[in-house]
């Protein structure tokens, strides 16, 4: 994979910690075209902090708390029926599978059904959470924005199927070879943003990822890894919660909090790469345009995978730059 990046007019974008610019020579960031990483992290880092940003970490608590609770029971309730199938079925014995010492403290005692369902609404909550901070953080995060709400359980939906089929397609990446799973897990970083901000389809958002991180795959690569690497940075305080007189109730409920400043954190820098690389697309067409070039070219010269004759979303390239570039 190589960092193909585009050829496109500099854009200016809102990554730093301070309101937008009304004009050149304002102290904004330099334009570019490619992706700024650094402004990305530290304009999600900036974010995170602010009261809307840690309102969110709430939510996300809640619903992660929610969640555990949610997986805990179902995982608790399946593993001994999976045991007894598997031993009555098989020349197994139970001393091959011991049943579980211990549960969770979390878990409920419940029927499988209850727990599958419960798992269910948790994570449909949870891409709700996510479709919200997405409109958040693409913004200043100064206030909440009304728009977030609009078309708020359609937009959870589609997000929740369409980065469903992404997992599952960067799964079976995994599961193949791992470069293609790397591959396909950086192709579509950015459908919940596509869906959340432009409110594209299933289909459409998937291929709205994948044009607009194409040019820039090696930076969102990075972009995850650090995502990644945060994340399992904070579960070492947990380790070490555990193995105290706590406890495991308290390591997981501390867990779950540090899962919400991760999840928040990683929605803040996915929606602060999607207002580089949209601004930095939508200024590539506009300049093919003013060329009087074919708007079906990519922004690395080959044929585009999504023509501007074909809709995309709630938002064109036009009003992308037009919100989240220079002057707003």
């Known amino acids: ?55 969110l970490v709430a939510g996300y608590l809640l619903v992660g708390f929610a969640g555990a609770v949610a997986t805990t029971s179902l995982f608790a309730t399946l593993v001994p029926r999976v045991r007894a199938v598997i031993i009555e079925n098989s020349a197994a014995t139970p001393a091959d599978f011991p049943p579980l010492a211990d549960p969770s403290p979390l878990a409920l005692p419940v029927e499988v059904s209850t727990a599958l369902g419960l798992v269910l609404v948790t994570a449909l909550l949870a891409e709700t959470l996510n479709v919200v901070a997405i409109q958040v953080f693409v913004r200043d995060a100064r206030e909440f924005p009304r728009e977030a709400l609009a078309d708020l359980p359609a937009r959870s939906l589609v997000s929740f199927v369409a980065n469903s089929l992404a997992a599952v397609a960067v799964f079976v990446g995994f599961v193949a070879f791992i470069l293609p799973g790397v591959f396909l897990a950086v192709a579509f970083y950015l459908v919940r943003a596509a869906v959340a901000v432009e409110g594209a389809g299933v289909v459409p958002a998937l291929r709205r990822s994948w044009r607009l991180v194409k040019g820039h795959r090696i930076r969102v690569l990075f972009v995850l890894l650090v995502v990644v690497l945060v994340g399992q940075v904070a579960t070492l305080p947990t380790s070490l919660v555990e193995v105290t007189p706590l406890g495991e109730t308290a390591a997981a409920a501390f867990g779950v909090v540090l899962g919400a400043v991760v999840t928040t954190f990683g929605a803040a820098v996915a929606a602060r790469v999607y207002v580089q690389l949209a601004g930095i697309d ?6 093919r345009r003013a060329a009087g070039g074919p708007d079906s070219d990519g922004a690395d010269g080959e044929p585009d995978d999504s023509p501007e004759d074909e809709p995309i979303g709630a938002l064109t390239p036009e009003e992308i730059d037009e919100q989240f570039g220079k002057g707003n």
């Open 1 to 55: 994979m190589s960092d193909d990046s585009s050829d496109g007019p500099d854009v200016w974008v809102d990554d730093t910690d301070e309101s937008p610019p009304d004009g050149p020579g304002s102290g904004g960031p330099e334009p570019g075209d490619t992706l700024a990483v650094g402004d990305a992290l530290s304009g999600a880092a900036a974010r995170l902090v602010r009261p809307i940003g840690l309102a």
């Open 282 to 287: 939508a200024a590539s067409v506009a300049a």
